[in-house]
């Protein structure tokens, strides 16, 4: 029975991209006048070396969600943090995985820096979706995530929100905190997860690291 957990683990840790030995992608997707942006988000997912300790610093590709979820208001969270964040204005984007030490733990990180205003409207839809994303599933009981009353200490205010999502995913618990945050001109999401319940605590240290590190940016 160990081992057959063992293995199904390890093709969750696979297909929510905890594993593989992809480097961080990136797309300039505006004038290349912009290049510069996008090179930095890149850059700077690289040197995550702040990391909390139960994260391993060597950035892996973009996190794939599990399966695609019904609920429009969930796809778009899924997206963002695979790294399909809001397109209007967009001046870059990248994204990376990092691999946790528990089982299947993972932290998927979307970000994407604008021209101009934008970032603050595209947090306020972010937001909106965060609330009206109840329920991510796919259809079957297999793979269903529903939103829990888990505090997420440290995660609110104007320029942060955060919800909590537990359930099955191809059958075996399983645990989601999805963030979305906004530094400037800079919007970031974050999906922490795994089989084994992500800590609140590293899920909030996670959104600090990531919202000072991209305030370089404009700096």
């Known amino acids: 029975m160990r081992i057959v957990h063992a293995a199904v683990a390890g093709c969750l840790v696979l297909a929510t991209g905890g ?6 992608t990136y797309a300039a997707v505006r004038a290349p006048a912009k290049t510069g942006d996008a090179s930095g988000l890149r850059t700077l997912l690289r040197r995550m070396d702040g990391l909390p300790d139960t994260f391993f610093s060597h950035a892996r590709a973009p996190w794939r969600p599990p399966f695609r979820p019904r609920a429009h208001a969930c796809r778009v969270l899924f997206d963002a943090a695979a790294g399909r964040l809001p ?15 528990h089982t299947g733990e993972l932290a998927g990180v979307g970000v994407a820096v604008y021209d101009g205003g934008e970032a603050a409207g595209h947090l306020a839809a972010l937001r909106d ?25 440290g995660i609110g205010g104007a320029d942060a929100a955060g919800r909590a999502l537990a359930g099955r995913v191809g059958g075996y618990p399983y645990r989601m905190h999805l963030v979305v945050a906004r530094s400037g001109h800079t919007l970031i999401a974050l999906v922490h997860a795994g089989l084994t319940p992500p800590d609140p605590a590293r899920t909030a240290e996670l959104t600090r690291l990531l919202v000072r590190e991209v305030g370089t940016l404009d700096a």
């Open 129 to 153: 979706a965060l609330a009206r994303c109840a329920t991510a599933d796919a259809g079957t009981p297999y793979d269903r995530l529903a939103a829990t009353w888990t505090s997420l200490p």
């Open 19 to 24: 594993c593989g030995t992809g480097e961080v």
């Open 87 to 101: 397109r209007e204005g967009l001046g870059g984007t990248a994204a990376a995985t990092y691999q946790g030490a």
